[in-house]
T-cell receptor
Framework: AQSVTQLGSHVSVSEGALVLLRCNYSSSVPPYLFWYVQYPNQGLQLLLK??????LVKGINGFEAEFKKSETSFHLTKPSAHMSDAAEYFC?????????????FGSGTRLSIRP | DTGVSQDPRHKITKRGQNVTFRCDPI?????LYWYRQTLGQGPEFLTYFQNEAQLEKSRLLSDRFSAERPKGSFSTLEIQRTEQGDSAMYLC??????????????FGPGTRLTVL
């Protein structure tokens, strides 16, 4: 079975500061891991995904995440926050084999950016 | 590539009424998924299709819920005898299975259902 825990339902950082959103996963098989972003009243947009290739994954809008198997973590970072980064962020997991289907999402972290 | 579209974007209904939502996936995507998202939570899987076959259904999908994808293109999700607990955002996603690690799900804007 797979599960995801996002630490911190709300994170607030100053514009220009480092963004760090934490995600820990549990999976009985090698996982595929994802970060999605959701802006108000919109669907989810894929930021980046890990599919067992490079452990450091670069995504859109300057975000990246590092897969650490020993820590079962997949934290999302961005060196310098922009006001436009304010949104809800979801970490997600699914089994890493092609017959798998559903994605299991965390409960989300709301990112606020202070001017 | 016009993205995943959903209709309607908002639906307000009275308890006990039936509602139907439509999802149009990205052209040529062979998998289509339905998720439900309640306020302050992440999306929860409901069901998915590969072409026209419904391959998995969540325990969340009670007998009042039915989904179809008759020609392997668009899909509909119907809720019969709606209850206030059905109020949520219903999200559709599609993907193309074309090899290991390529199943990226692209989400539509969602249909927000409010049951009064």
């Amino acid at each position: 079975a797979q599960s995801v825990t996002q630490l911190g339902s709300h994170v607030s950082v100053s514009e220009g500061a480092l963004v760090l959103l934490r995600c820990n996963y549990s999976s009985s098989v090698p996982p595929y891991l994802f970060w999605y972003v959701q802006y108000p009243n919109q669907g989810l947009q894929l930021l980046l995904k890990y599919t067992s290739a490079a452990t450091l994954v670069k995504g859109i809008n300057g975000f990246e995440a590092e897969f650490k198997k020993s820590e079962t973590s997949f934290h999302l970072t961005k060196p310098s926050a922009h006001m436009s980064d304010a949104a809800e962020y979801f970490c997600a997991v699914r089994p890493g084999y092609s017959s798998a289907s559903k994605i299991i999402f965390g409960s989300g972290t709301r990112l606020s950016i202070r001017p | 590539d016009t993205g995943v579209s959903q209709d309607p974007r908002h639906k307000i209904t009275k308890r006990g009424q039936n509602v139907t939502f439509r999802c149009d996936p990205i052209s040529e995507h062979n998998r289509l998924y339905w998720y439900r998202q309640t306020l302050g939570q992440g999306p929860e899987f409901l069901t998915y299709f590969q072409n026209e076959a419904q391959l998995e259904k969540s325990r969340l999908l009670s007998d009042r819920f039915s989904a179809e994808r008759p020609k392997g293109s668009f899909s509909t999700l119907e809720i019969q005898r709606t209850e206030q607990g059905d109020s949520a955002m219903y999200l559709c996603a599609s993907s193309l299975i074309a090899g290991e690690g390529t199943d990226t799900q692209y989400f539509g804007p969602g249909t927000r259902l409010t049951v009064l």
